[in-house]
């Protein structure tokens, strides 16, 4: 009798962005064979191309309906559904954009029902949960950057609809604030960084409210286990887990990177939107699968420092 056990598949889009490509070295380590699926070939996939077990796929989500042509396996247990065009910077005022991202996300579900895929989970933000209640009030004057909120938000629900009907288990990640050593972008903890180690002062709020900060292999690890584990059609908050004020973040930065140096803390008002973390089940994932994040905020940090 042969006890080997049989390959794990999966699809994984957005395979080659910064979370993306932390999930496919972790489904590496549990000896999956991943689909990634690239944008197309002008993409940069360097931190994924030499990967053993890992086939690139190209296929814009624009044309997600010729996924089914492109990948032939119909024995694909799951599927990471990170794309989404626009997630930072200007373009989450796009609303254009954002309703192309829900419009594709609902296209990919149907392809996936044709290729007799069971199970998916779509990675939301914790932005959603910043402005979900806010955006139920009267009289609100949401800024255009909402409309990525408001994109991710509608998608989380037409998802909801689409799997009941085609029977896909269906997994919906609100993920942290997260950071990590070869993070690209200009995050908040990319800006202290970046401002303590050059010796400059930023200009910070009082930083009072709560926040949450995950390592971004912390959040790979969140995925695969909603994914693999997770309940049908439930939503999971993704993070560390351990909600604080934002302040003992910022001063644990600052002691790390240059303890010498002022915080900035309070230099300018807050005028922003906070997370509501008592309206969030953090213990959700760890009581439905068993998930508990590895890296402290602080080691994360000499992580970056170590590599940067």
């Not at 080997?4 to 080659?16: D, E, F, H, S």
């Not at 993409?43 to 989500?61: G, K, W």
């Not at 009267?138 to 909801?160: F, H, W």
Request: glycine share 6%; aromatic share 12%.
């Amino acid at each position: 009798m042969n006890d080997r056990i049989a390959q794990k598949t999966a699809i994984v889009t957005g395979a080659n962005g910064f979370v993306g490509h932390h999930l496919v070295r972790l489904l590496l380590k549990y000896e999956y064979k991943i689909y990634a699926i690239i944008r197309n070939e002008k993409e940069d996939i360097s931190n994924i191309c030499a990967l053993e077990n890992v086939e690139i796929i190209y296929c814009d989500m624009e044309e997600v309906n010729h996924l089914p042509e492109k990948i032939k396996d119909r024995n694909i247990e799951y599927v990471y559904h990170l794309a989404w065009a626009g997630s930072s910077g200007d373009q989450r005022m796009n609303y254009e954009l954002q309703l192309k991202n829900a419009l594709w996300t609902c296209r990919l579900i149907e392809v996936l029902s044709l290729m007799n895929v069971k199970r998916m989970i779509v990675s939301g933000s914790v932005t959603q949960l910043m402005y979900r209640d806010y955006l139920t009030e009267d009289n609100i004057k949401p800024e255009m950057v909402t409309c990525y909120a408001i994109g991710k938000i509608s998608t989380e629900y037409l998802c909801k609809c689409l799997c009941t009907k085609y029977n896909i288990d269906l997994c919906w990640a609100y993920i942290s604030n997260f950071y990590g050593a070869d993070d690209p972008t200009n995050n908040f903890i990319n800006f202290l960084v970046k401002n303590y180690k050059s010796g400059i002062v930023p200009t910070l709020t009082p930083a009072d409210q709560l926040a949450d900060f995950a390592y971004v292999t912390d959040i790979a690890k969140g995925l695969m286990y909603a994914c693999e584990k997770g309940k049908s059609n439930t939503s999971y908050y993704i993070g560390y887990g351990n909600p604080r004020p934002l302040k003992e973040f910022i001063r644990a930065v600052r002691d790390i990177v240059n303890p010498q140096i002022e915080s900035g803390i309070g230099k300018k008002n807050f005028n922003g939107m906070n997370v509501d973390f008592s309206k969030i089940d953090v213990e959700k994932l760890a009581r439905d699968t068993g998930y508990r994040a590895d890296i402290s905020f602080e080691e994360g940090i000499r992580y970056i420092l170590k590599e940067k």
